[in-house]
């Protein structure tokens, strides 16, 4: 018996016995079908746990027992891994030593039966998702067989929620599929498909969902005879040679800290178990696996990435309805403009599967656009990420159209056209006439207000802002801009089509800049300011990098390009007044037509892409720092990260107080997932909370009262403490409750 | 006999993509593509909900070996309801036509109301066929169990098996009369006494109006710029017709040599329609639905018929089908405005002009009294023929009823004709009438 005393139960835990049916199919065979009635989507939490152990006693104690069958309540359902809730909660690294040791064992016992038990066969029967704590049951069993269903989809993903696989994942995975496999397993942490599973020796079988049970229940009672294929010799010349793994654990360790800067710990823990694995008992494994969890799963990078987690999830829930009914993607999208961004989300959205409408005025905007689509999707057919078939239907999915004609079954119509309202209002009228009365309309403006676009529309109510980023396809992330009018169908839509083309919502106002781009204004903008106060370019970007930005601000401005930035500048100075005052140090590059990456040269040179090289600071730089801006006292690495981001905190305490968006987790939703907030910071208001508001109110003030600040207009506005940020500090308050 | 059709069809709209060269832009594009892309068009452009399709209907000569029913794959891909039916239908070179015409009689007799009608050919992909007796070589290969017995297949085989045949070219040739079908043209120009110069005359002036119709932007109302499969970066779509010869003179054309009877022939490859790829998507529908749809239609189909002749002689199935087709739609030549005869041969449509002009012709052939009348040259392939933009089998029929329709509404007279001669020995024609 499980001793659960002192463990957290998920609400409404069933009662003993309820969530694990033991069933007797022939003579000699159990199966176990995990069936928890108290989860839709079963999760390896205490009560489940609790089930399976009496399960497998059950068996223990049945002599007859020959074979095993381990399912989920169908072919597509099994089970999502441990309880993701549990883990956050526990902040005891002595009781997360208990759940794991409470998984472990059950698994052990379960890897007993076969391996003690002359001609026992334990055989997992997995379809739909098995990450995780459900694939790591399944590495327990002599064999897995898993459904040939798209719903699959078998990895483990731990650590990209700051641990690492402790119920003997790290163990078993390197002892059937070897080191070098099971490390690009758990690091990446991706999920394969019933296929790639079993190429890649993952599972043992493939079948269909139909032949599922008999085919485990087969091979469970050896009517079918199963032979995991060997490693041969590879096993000893790498698995169990210390050299090998030693080389091995410190490439993989190499590629790990240049992509994380040793920001996360828990993928460095895993190589160093993952590595010896093969030599260890699989008790010491275990012991490390468990010792290793326990001190991750309470660390600030394991809560941070799992509370990341939960506001990922909790933003599938925009597309719900007031009714509590899912609103649905539309199947017909139409999108106008084939720039870089409106070709790129005619693009995605065709790959998701919606048949697409892009509209432009210049017949080789649509020529380029037709070909970028057909490029990305064979490049994807090439990976074989996809299969032939799914390559042509994507590439059917586009049309293109040189008349703002033909849009009459879109259920979507999103305006990526010139930032001039007069030419949105008619490019909108003309559709608004063509298209049917549910249908949205939404504008992928970044400097207009959603609400001037809606005006004189027949269906204000169904116009929304929907603010993609660029590059589109690889930003998660989409601002779903909530006009006055719009109505809460068109904001469960817009969610549906953003979650529809694999990006993560967020509500925000109608107000400059929404969210993303208001945070990065005063971010951006005082990169600049601190280039143009003569710091070290490659020290501003260098210092941003090691704080955990992707890329630094600098860099950023390259990609963005310096017309788009200025612009977006502009723009946020007319509608936020002096605090938003932009520099005026862009102009003479904007001047010699050096924009960035798209002219070949901004901050950095940039060469051909095909070259694979990586751009290089530019030389001339120093020409560009002008003579008149306040000089910058000499900064330490620290100081640029703290001045630049906490200019972000105290336009964030501004956002809030102005509901810019609904709540400090959406906010921080944004800024990881818009900006690429280092992640195992949680955002930039868990960073700031980590700070304290009394010490950012002080930093604040210092920072207002630097020379070059003061000496600049807007300097003092921008760096001073808005009033919910003190009165923060006066209570000993946070941004994020609890 | 005047016929009265039962419920009138009606032409909804429809569209096209340029006639690109065979083995040219269109080369690594295929039939299923390149029809749905230009269906979906034709759908959106409309206006029409594709719910409301009751089949799917596609001409097409040669379909992909992967894709047998390409009328299928096409109503998939063109975003039509997985449960409306689709079909491919073949009658030759009238294979678009057929698709017409198959959608008509369809609704005539009260199965549907609205059909999304195609015609489609990529000739580039007409496949290398590997020869009979290779065929035979690795057939019995696969049945042969012992490894002697393997030995002795394969030392039945032969350097010269490898030759392919070319598909093609075989279906170039009738299988009946043996001719080729520019042997079948060069016996008409024999017959008819079409010389070598008139027939370079016709092919010139077909290529000068083309021309003029593509660089007039006439044809706008019925092309759609089209980005093929396989375009390279930095590629443009094809915006018109890409087969004209926009310099060609009659010199030029003088010094080619007959291509199919040497040294005395009148067929030259500059007198002849030209190979291309290309693709056409019509909406056929009841005059009651175009109506309940609030569409304005292109044309009412009047009459359509298919006339079968000696196969040897196929390239005068316009005047046999034509003079069916003006009895049983009540019209005469006189009545018809603008004319569309296919343009397999220079030689081939002169040959029909003189027959049409026949009373021996028509007396002893047509069965009718008199000859069917004199053709107005200026009234015939207004905006040139398959000589300057090329004849891609399957979509042909589709393209002339298009252009027959558009042509309706600019002339004067009630009528316009769509008709074209058809390997094997037959003729198709079809009779369109303004829409009320």
Redesign the interface.
Request: net charge negative; hydrophobic share 45%; no cysteine.
């Given at each position: 018996m499980i001793d659960v005393t002192g463990l957290p139960m998920p609400a409404g835990a069933p009662a003993p016995g309820t969530c694990v049916r033991v069933e007797q199919p022939e003579p000699g065979l159990v199966r176990i079908v995990l069936d928890p009635p108290h989860r839709k989507l079963p999760v390896l939490d205490l009560p489940l746990l609790r089930d399976l152990d009496v399960a497998i006693e059950k068996v223990e104690r049945d002599a007859t027992a020959k074979g095993l069958v381990i399912t989920g309540r169908d072919a597509r359902t099994f089970a999502a891994g441990a309880d993701i809730d549990a883990i956050a909660a526990l902040t005891d690294p002595a009781l997360v030593e208990r759940v794991v040791a409470i998984g472990q064992n059950l698994f052990q016992r379960i890897a007993a039966l076969s391996t003690t038990r002359e001609g026992f066969v334990s055989v997992a029967a997995i379809g739909g998702a098995a990450p995780g704590g459900a694939f790591e049951l399944g590495l327990a069993c002599s064999f897995i067989v898993a459904c040939d269903v798209k719903e699959t989809r078998i990895g483990l993903p731990e650590t990209q929620l700051g641990i690492l696989p402790g119920w003997g994942g790290s163990t078993r995975l390197p002892r059937r599929v070897g080191v070098p496999l099971a490390l690009e397993v758990i690091l990446t942490g991706r999920l394969f498909n019933a296929r790639e599973a079993r190429r890649k020796g993952l599972v043992d079988r493939t079948c269909f969902p139909e032949d599922l049970l008999r085919v485990a229940s087969n091979i469970a009672m050896k009517r079918e005879h199963l032979e995991r294929s060997s490693r041969g010799m590879s096993e000893w010349l790498v698995d169990k040679n210390p050299l090998a793994t030693a080389i091995i654990a410190s490439k993989a360790r190499e590629q790990v800290l240049a992509r994380t800067r040793g920001a996360y710990p828990a993928p460095l823990a895993a190589i160093d178990i993952v590595s010896h694995a093969p030599r260890r008992s699989i008790e010491n494994s275990l012991l490390a696996e468990r010792e290793a969890v326990s001190a991750l799963a309470v660390g600030p990078v394991c809560k941070n990435l799992i509370r990341i987690f939960g506001m990922s999830e909790a933003a599938k829930k925009l597309k719900l309805l007031p009714d509590g009914t899912a609103a649905v993607s539309p199947t017909h999208v139409g999108v106008l403009g084939a720039g870089v961004m409106g070709r790129a989300i005619a693009s995605l959205s065709a790959e998701r599967g919606a048949?697409t409408?892009l509209f432009d005025i210049a017949?080789?905007a649509?020529?380029v656009a037709?070909?970028e689509h057909?490029?990305d999707v064979d490049k994807s057919k090439k990976r074989r990420k996809i299969e032939r078939s799914e390559a042509?239907?994507a590439?059917?999915h586009l049309?293109?159209?040189?008349e703002l004609?033909?849009?009459?079954?879109c259920g979507i119509v999103v305006e990526a056209v010139a930032e001039r309202l007069d030419v949105k209002h008619k490019v909108f009228g003309d559709i608004a006439r063509?298209v049917h009365d549910g249908a949205i309309l939404a504008t992928n403006t970044s400097s207009l207000s959603v609400d001037a676009i809606a005006a004189g529309l027949p269906h204000p109510e169904r116009c929304a802002g929907l603010h993609f980023f660029n590059p589109v396809k690889r930003m998660p992330l989409v601002e779903i801009v909530r006009g006055k009018q719009t109505d809460a169908r068109t904001i469960a839509t817009c969610a549906a089509f953003a979650l529809a083309l694999g990006k993560t919502p967020v509500v925000v106002a109608d107000q400059a800049g929404f969210v993303v781009n208001r945070l990065l204004g005063p971010y951006l903008d005082e990169a600049l300011r601190l280039f143009a106060g003569g710091v070290d370019p490659a020290k501003i970007d260098h210092a941003l990098r090691e704080f955990g930005m992707p890329m630094g601000p600098l860099e950023l401005l390259d990609e963005v390009g310096f017309d788009i930035a200025q612009h977006a500048a502009k723009s946020l100075h007319a509608a936020y007044g002096e605090r938003m005052s932009p520099t005026t140090v862009l102009d003479a590059l904007i001047a010699q037509k050096r924009l960035g990456k798209k002219s070949g040269q901004g901050f950095y040179v940039h060469t051909d892409d095909k070259k694979k090289q990586k751009p290089r600071l530019a030389s001339d730089l120093a020409r560009f720092v002008p003579a008149d801006a306040p000089r910058v006292g000499p900064l330490e690495e620290k100081a640029i990260a703290e001045r630049t981001v906490l200019a972000m905190v105290a336009e964030a305490a501004r956002a809030l107080e102005d509901k810019a968006v609904g709540s400090a987790r959406e906010l921080d939703l944004a800024t990881v997932f818009g900006m690429g907030f280092p992640p195992f910071r949680g955002g930039l208001l868990v960073w700031a909370d980590t700070l304290g508001a009394a010490t950012i109110v002080a930093r604040l003030e210092a920072l207002a009262r630097e020379p070059d600040v003061a000496a600049r207009p807007g300097g003092k506005a921008r760096f001073d403490p808005p009033a919910s940020l003190r009165d923060m500090a006066r209570d000993g308050g946070t941004f994020h409750a609890g | 006999m005047k016929r009265t059709p039962s419920r009138p069809v009606v032409i909804l709209s429809g569209w096209r993509t340029p006639l690109a060269r065979s083995g040219g832009l269109y080369a690594r594009d295929d039939a299923?593509?390149m029809g749905?892309?230009i269906s979906?068009?034709t759908i959106?452009?409309a206006?029409v909900?594709?719910e409301e399709i009751d089949e799917v209907i596609v001409g097409c000569v040669g379909p992909p070996h992967d894709q047998a029913n390409v009328g299928r794959v096409i109503g998939l891909?063109a975003?039509v309801p997985v449960r409306v039916p689709g079909r491919t239908v073949a009658r030759n070179c009238a294979s678009g036509m057929e698709a017409i015409t198959s959608a008509a009689e369809a609704i005539e007799a009260g199965r549907g109301d609205l059909y999304l009608v195609a015609g489609v050919e990529v000739m580039s992909r007409f496949p290398l066929i590997v020869g009979d007796e290779m065929t035979r070589v690795f057939a019995r290969l696969n049945s042969a169990r012992s490894p002697m017995q393997k030995l002795a297949v394969i030392s039945s085989f032969r350097p010269r098996m490898l030759a392919p045949r070319i598909a093609l070219m075989e279906g170039l040739t009738d299988p009946i009369s043996g001719l080729i079908m520019g042997k079948t043209a060069e016996l008409l120009a024999r017959e008819w006494s079409i010389s070598r110069d008139d027939a370079d005359r016709y092919a010139l002036e077909s290529h000068r109006r083309a021309k003029i119709a593509r660089d007039s932007g006439l044809l706008k109302r019925e092309v759609v710029?089209y980005?093929p499969?396989g375009?390279?970066?930095?590629?443009?779509?094809l915006e018109g017709d890409d087969a004209i010869r926009d310099n060609q003179t009659l010199e030029q054309l003088g010094k080619l040599k007959p291509y199919f009877e040497k040294p005395d022939g009148r067929v030259t490859v500059g007198n002849s329609c030209g190979i291309t790829d290309g693709a056409c998507a019509l909406l056929v529908a009841s005059e009651d639905k175009a109506r309940a749809l609030g569409i304005t239609p292109l044309a009412r189909i009047r009459a359509w018929a298919y006339a079968g002749l000696d196969p040897a002689r196929m390239g005068l199935g316009p005047v046999y089908a034509t003079s069916k087709v003006l009895d049983e739609g009540g019209a005469t030549l006189d009545d018809i405005g603008s004319i569309e005869i296919n343009e397999a041969f220079a030689a081939q449509v002169l040959a029909c002009v003189k027959a049409f002009d026949s009373d021996t012709f028509a007396r002893e052939q047509l069965g009718r009294s008199s000859k069917i009348g004199a053709i107005d040259m200026a009234r015939l392939n207004k905006n040139g023929g398959a000589i300057a933009v090329g004849h891609p089998v399957g979509c042909t029929g589709a393209r002339l009823a298009l252009t027959a329709a558009h042509e309706l509404a600019k002339s004067d007279r009630p009528f316009a004709l769509a008709t074209l001669c058809i390997g094997g020995g037959q003729g198709g024609a079809m009779l369109l009438e303004r829409a009320s």
């Open positions: 048949w409408r017949p080789a649509l020529d037709l070909l057909r490029a042509d239907a590439i059917d049309d293109v159209a040189r004609s033909g849009f009459a079954q063509q | 299923g593509h749905a892309a979906r068009e959106a452009r206006g909900d594709p891909r975003d710029p980005l499969l375009a390279k970066e930095g590629a443009h779509a």
